[in-house]
């Protein structure tokens, strides 16, 4: 089975799903990550290209510590999809899941905070209409949880993260945070998101929905047998 995450920027496959990640890969599954956006192919606002490399070279030490068995870098602007028309968004998901295949996708909550989150859950629900023929080879579609950005939506707007998906990451929970300390640029100290304690504190609350030491929750949003 080949597995794909899409991730809009470097570090969300591991926040959202780095123990499931390191199980499927343990399991004989082939994950395949997306990191959608970078620098871009024009100047950005924000960030220099230098900081991209220090980035993706991060990721690449965190994808070797998952095993994943493939890494891919597209070239949307972080931060700025929401100045992006969405058939270009669209375009680049619908490639790379032409490309890859896979079976089973997992995406970005659509209702979390960060505008480019949303963009690419649009991008892969339009992406994997099962309707269509790149659609119908997947068999099922989930979106993750983000610490920093799922939970931090206005109240009463959107709908809330209500996983009803729940895999045991137990023996794999020392690898979702190995894989986290490999993003040194964007690791945040104790009692913040992006924290290596509170990626273990949300592990071990959402193990306790199932009775086991540690667990990622995601929503089913589409299964087709």
Not at 163 to 175: G, R
């Amino acid at each position: 089975m080949t597995i794909l995450v899409l991730a809009p920027h470097a570090d969300d496959e591991v926040l959202g799903m780095g123990g499931t990640i390191a199980r499927f890969s343990s399991e004989g599954r082939r994950v395949v990550i997306a990191v959608l956006t970078g620098h871009g192919e024009e100047k950005h606002p924000l960030w220099k290209p230098e900081i991209w490399d220090l980035i993706r070279a991060e990721a690449k030490v965190a994808s070797a510590e998952l095993g994943v068995a493939e890494l891919l870098f597209r070239e949307l602007p972080a931060a700025c999809l929401d100045n992006l028309p969405a058939w270009r968004i669209n375009q680049v998901v619908t490639d790379v899941v032409r490309e890859v295949q896979p079976e089973e996708i997992y995406i970005p909550f659509i209702h979390d905070l960060h505008q480019d989150h949303q963009a690419i859950a649009y991008a892969a629900t339009v992406a994997c209409r099962p309707y269509l023929e790149i659609g119908r080879r997947i068999k099922r579609v989930l979106a993750y949880e983000t610490l920093s950005e799922t939970h931090l939506a206005l109240p009463y707007l959107a709908p809330p993260f209500q996983p009803n998906v729940f895999v045991d990451i137990s023996d794999c929970l020392e690898k979702k945070l190995d894989a986290m300390r490999a993003y040194a640029s964007q690791l945040q100290s104790d009692h913040l998101p992006r924290s290596l304690e509170a990626l273990r504190a949300l592990a071990r609350l959402r193990g306790t929905h199932i009775g086991v030491e540690a667990a990622e929750a995601f929503v089913l949003l589409r299964e087709s047998i």
